[in-house]
Each structure stands twice: as structure tokens, then as C-alpha cells.
């Protein structure tokens, strides 16, 4: 059964065909997304078995399948947590040390490292010192640093032979210029993986003509890149972009330019001084536009929506950037962004299903507030870890995180795939990722496990229980 397609197994499931036959589609599509990840699987299982507590699957059989998962998604025995705990970077650097933490002391795994926090002061000294620490004391991966100067700075070091998860990621432009020959993954939270995700949706919608309207300034800039180029590269026909001032008060200008408003206002104009009387006329927008996609905080997007009503243009679809949640709902103010589409992490929408968010947020209650991104950045460092052998050896495997869906590229940068949520009376509400379609998701036939085969010769000493960093370490 297990070689069933997914839409067998819940017509199975459906029909209720047979006891036994529900019970084993059940636990197929339970555990079948979960095969490289063990705590998922246990979750699954033990959800599972709740449902079906007389099934007749053979406990060795669960039992065989979840040692071949723990084999091949092992944690190493000591891992360096190299970030900027002093200096100018300190607060962003301890909610992500925070996070990485709060998910090790949640994990239900028996397998845990010792994990070594060192502080790289921000400064080239402060990290030459730290991983000169760290590989004294012979750890097996090093976690960090978090500034992409770091990262190069020990990217180029040659003496460095273990795994490096580090967390920002360098630009195409760096990694071209400098001589990287550590064995480096690259992970962060880039806004450029949601212009992608962007581009991907309206293509797998067939939006093929589009419009972007971005603020001026980086954020617009790189995200306004990242949709061009991967629309392009699906065939999609950018129709024109936009700026408009982020502090400005009133976004209409913008907007008619966008739309073409302006166009059909001067024709009105030399119409009128030809005939020297005033005419009735509706400003008329372009009629081509298949999507728009919208870069905004929500206090822009609530005067950019009702605008892009008055102009016309309503009923065309608009997918915006995370930006446009902020984490605090506000239904009576975001009924005005009814309808708009936009990528959201997983830690912010389905905090209900996150203990390690509302624990986070109980302990350090401002930071939460004003980190989250970066409590979830650090939470997935830390899940990411037993992953990364399999992310190497195979593009197109993913795991789900805090920060989204990740899979790493053959260069080793860890690439994110956010959820899909729209305001619907002023609320957020998840919708179904049309994205499935287009993209692979992760084989999910059980293989020995995968080794880190990078740049160098990787250790791959055997793994067992070490002893958890103190609880103290955490602020």
C-alpha cells in the first residue's frame, strides 16, 4: 500500500472499504510526509494510534520504520552555537540563540548534542577566537555566525573541516567574489524567497501579466528583483513596476500610474481643450492585468487596496509579502485588505499549534514581540541540523520548519517556502498552497543515511546521548 499515491489512499479512506484497510491507509498518510523527520514521526504515530487504538499494524513493523528514520537524520555529538552576544547585534543574536534553545529543550529526541554557545563579539577578532574555541574543543558542526562579514570571514578559513550551518545568507555577488572553502550551508530569512514564491503562484494560477507596486526603498527593490526574474523564468510577462514613497500619506498617485489612469486623464484633457466644454468620462484603467503584486506594511496596503477599488481594478488579484502581517489582528481595520493573498510563516499563523512561541513569549514577552522572526530563525537552526545530509545529496527533499518549508540548493543555501494566508472580514485565514503542483516535494522512500559530502571531508563519527547545555544558558 505504501506505493499507493496519496489520492488513493484517501479515496480509501472515504469509502471506508474495510477496518483494516482504513487503519493502514490512515497510517500510510499519517507517516508517509514524516520519513526523514523522527519526531514527526513519532507525532504522527502516536496520533495515529489515538485514532485507531485496536489497528492491526504490527508493532515491529512502526518500530523498524522509525529506527531506519533515526538513522539517517542523527544529531552530531557536540555542535558550536557561534553568535554576536555582545556588541551592537546582541539582542537580535540572543532571541535567536533563545530560539535554538527553546527547540532543544522541546525536542523529544534521545540523540541531543552538547551544544557550546561562544560569542563572536561582532568583530573579526571576536570570531577568529570563537572558532578557534570551537575547534579546540572538537565539535562536530558549527551553528553561526549570524552577519554575512562573519560569514565570509569564516567561509575563507581553510582549517575548518566540519559542517557550518550558518545563519544569514550571502548575496550571488559575494559568494562569486570571495574563495569560500569551508563546508557551508547558508540559512536565513531572505525576503527574496517570497518574491519567488510570488512569482510561482501567479504562474501556477496562470497570472501571467503582472504588476508590481513596491515601496522605494531596499526591501521593494530586492523583493521587486527576486519576482522579475523568477517570472521570467516561468514565461510570465511583467506588464510594469511602481514605486511609491512608504512614508507618504496618500498612495494615489502611485496607483493611477500603475493602472494607467493617468493616461486615460489626459486624453480627457486635450478631449476638453479641443472642444472647450467640460465631457463626462470615467477614467479608464489598463484592462491586461492578471495579478498585482503587492510589497506593503498593512497601514499602506489599507489605503492601497480601497484605491486600486475606486480605480477599477477590484476584482484583479493581489499577493503580497509577509510584511503585510504584523502579528496583532485587527479585523474592524484589515477589512480593507479583504481578499489579498500573502505569504506567512508558520510561527505566526499557527501559534495555537506552537507551544515553543507561547513559552518563548511568556519568558521574554518584548522580545517576542519584537524578534519573532528571529525566535523561529534559531528554532530552526536547531531542527535543521539531522536534516542537512539529505538536504545535500538531494535537492529536492524538504522539511517543514518554523520559518516555512525548507530544502537547500546545490550550493547549500537553505531556501524557505512560507504558507499561504488571505483576510477574509478583516482576518487571516490559511489557504491551500497551489505551489504542491509545481514544485517536488521530498522522496519519501527510506534510505541509509547521508553523510555531508561538501567541499571537505566531513566528520562522521559515531553519534550518541550527550549531556544538554545547563538551563541557565538562556536569558
Known amino acids: 500500500m505504501g506505493a499507493l499515491p496519496e489520492r488513493s489512499l484517501q479515496r480509501i479512506q472515504d469509502r471506508q472499504i474495510s477496518p483494516a484497510l482504513t487503519q493502514w491507509s490512515a497510517f500510510i498518510l499519517a507517516t508517509k510526509p514524516q520519513l526523514f523527520d523522527l519526531e514527526g514521526y513519532d507525532s504522527a504515530v502516536a496520533l495515529w494510534q489515538s485514532r485507531y487504538p485496536q489497528h492491526n499494524v504490527p508493532q515491529h513493523l512502526i518500530e523498524r520504520l522509525r529506527k531506519a528514520i533515526a538513522k539517517r537524520s542523527q544529531y552530531p555529538k557536540t555542535v558550536a552555537l557561534l553568535l554576536p552576544l555582545s556588541g551592537s547585534f546582541s539582542e537580535q543574536a540572543s532571541s535567536v540563540r533563545d530560539g ?10 534521545d540523540d541531543l548534542p552538547r551544544v557550546h554557545i561562544l560569542d563572536t563579539q561582532g568583530e573579526e577578532a571576536g570570531l577568529t577566537a570563537a572558532v578557534d574555541e570551537a575547534l579546540k574543543l572538537d565539535v562536530q558542526m558549527i551553528v553561526g555566525p549570524l552577519l554575512k562579514s562573519s560569514i565570509e570571514q569564516l ?4 582549517d575548518i573541516r566540519i559542517p557550518v550551518l550558518a545563519l544569514n545568507r550571502l548575496d550571488d555577488r559575494d559568494m562569486a567574489d570571495k574563495q569560500l572553502h569551508a563546508p557551508l550551508f547558508q540559512f536565513g530569512l531572505m525576503p527574496e524567497d517570497e518574491g519567488v514564491q510570488a512569482a510561482r503562484m ?3 494560477r496562470n497570472q501571467v501579466n503582472a504588476l508590481l507596486l513596491l515601496p522605494d526603498n531596499a526591501l521593494g527593490q530586492r523583493l521587486g528583483k527576486a519576482f522579475r526574474n523568477e517570472f521570467a523564468t516561468f514565461g510570465g510577462h511583467l506588464l510594469t513596476t511602481e514605486y511609491y514613497d512608504p512614508e507618504a500619506a496618500d498612495y494615489g498617485s502611485a496607483v493611477k500610474s500603475a493602472l494607467n489612469t493617468r493616461q486615460s486623464e489626459s486624453r480627457l484633457s486635450i478631449l476638453q481643450t479641443v472642444l472647450r466644454r467640460r465631457v463626462g468620462f470615467d477614467a479608464r484603467r489598463r484592462q491586461d492585468v492578471d495579478v498585482i503584486y503587492l510589497v506593503a506594511q498593512p497601514r499602506q496596503a489599507r489605503s492601497i487596496k480601497p484605491l486600486l477599488k475606486f480605480h477599477d481594478a477590484g476584482e484583479v488579484p493581489v499577493l503580497a509579502n509577509s510584511t503585510l502581517y504584523t502579528g496583532t489582528e485587527n479585523p474592524r481595520l484589515n477589512r480593507d485588505i479583504d481578499g489579498v493573498t500573502f505569504t506567512i510563516m508558520p510561527w505566526d499563523i499557527q501559534a495555537e499549534e506552537t507551544p515553543l512561541r507561547q513559552q518563548l513569549a511568556e519568558l521574554w514577552p518584548r522580545d517576542a514581540a519584537r524578534f519573532s522572526s528571529l525566535f523561529a530563525l534559531g528554532a530552526d537552526a536547531f531542527k535543521l541540523i539531522p536534516h542537512l545530509g539529505t538536504m545535500a545529496s538531494n535537492p529536492q527533499y ?10 537547500a540548493d546545490e550550493q547549500g543555501r537553505i531556501h524557505r517556502e512560507l ?4 483576510y477574509k472580514e478583516g482576518q487571516v485565514k490559511i489557504v491551500e498552497n497551489d505551489l504542491l503542483d509545481l514544485i517536488p516535494i521530498e522522496n519519501t522512500e527510506p534510505t541509509e543515511p547521508n553523510t555531508l559530502k561538501l567541499k571537505e571531508e566531513q566528520a562522521n563519527n559515531e553519534m550518541d546521548q550527550t549531556q544538554k547545555p545547563p538551563k541557565d544558558s538562556a536569558r
Open 398 to 407: 524538504h522539511t517543514g520548519g518554523y520559518t516555512g518549508h525548507l530544502s
Open 155 to 158: 567561509a575563507a578559513r581553510r
Open 100 to 109: 535554538f534553545l527553546g527547540a532543544y529543550y522541546n525536542s523529544q529526541r
Open 202 to 204: 501567479a504562474i501556477v
Open 419 to 422: 504558507m499561504w494566508a488571505e
